[in-house]
Every structure is written in C-alpha cells, then in structure tokens.
Nanobody, 122 residues
Framework: QVQLVESGGGLVQAGGSLRLSCTASQRTYNLMGWFRQAPGKERVFVAA????????YYADSVKGRFTVSRDNAKNTLYLQMNSLKPEDTAVYYC?????????????????WGQGTQVTVSS
C-alpha cells in the first residue's frame, strides 16, 4: 500500500508563488497527478506527469502558470504554482494513477494523499 504525503501549502497573496511536494512511501512507475477541491465543489484535475516526465498535462485554468515535475530518485512529485489567483484556493491532492483510463479522471487514480490547503488572498 503506497502512502502519499503532501506539503508546501499555505496562505499567499494573489500573484505569489508556492511549491507543493508529494512524497511517496515507495517508488512508483505510474503516471502521477494533482487534483484540487474548492469548498462546495467537486475535485478537479490540475496536472499530471508520466513516469519518465516526458508527458505532462495541465488543466486549461493553470496552463502557463503551474509546472508539474517529479524526482523519481526521491519518490517525490512537485507542483510549482506561479501567478496565483484567488480562484486557485483549494485543497490540493496528489495521486497515483492505478488504472489505464484518462489522466484527468479522478476515478482512474487509486492512491491519494491527505491534501494540503492553498489559500490565495486578493
């Protein structure tokens, strides 16, 4: 059973930056992703990256502002978030895709972290 632990969330002003980290308890060769959930809303896809880092995917709402990366030697996934907006406020979750479906569907991911809060003030 793989365990994921996120860190790096916090409170930042609009236009600021944060870097989220997600460390896995063991090496994974699967695609990994970030999702977020704002209060009263469903969990939505943010970004994903293949095992080799060759393929990276982003939601339109974060494209050009967020960068997903991973360090397989450290079993760690990252999300660099720049030019943050108040609408980026949410709990951010990392996950490992367990099934072969689309990268943006949360039901294709089998392992999830506990989440880290990101709050962007205006």
């Amino acid at each position: 059973q793989v365990q994921l632990v996120e860190s790096g969330g916090g409170l930042v002003q609009a236009g600021g930056s944060l870097r989220l980290s997600c460390t896995a308890s063991q090496r994974t060769y699967n695609l990994m992703g970030w999702f977020r959930q704002a209060p009263g809303k469903e969990r939505v896809f943010v970004a994903a990256i293949s095992s080799s880092s060759v393929s990276r995917y982003y939601a339109d709402s974060v494209k050009g502002r967020f960068t997903v990366s991973r360090d397989n030697a450290k079993n760690t996934l990252y999300l660099q978030m720049n030019s943050l907006k108040p609408e980026d406020t949410a709990v951010y979750y990392c996950a490992i895709r367990q099934y072969g479906g689309t990268y943006y569907s949360s039901d294709q991911y089998g392992y999830w972290g506990q989440g880290t809060q990101v709050t962007v003030s205006s």
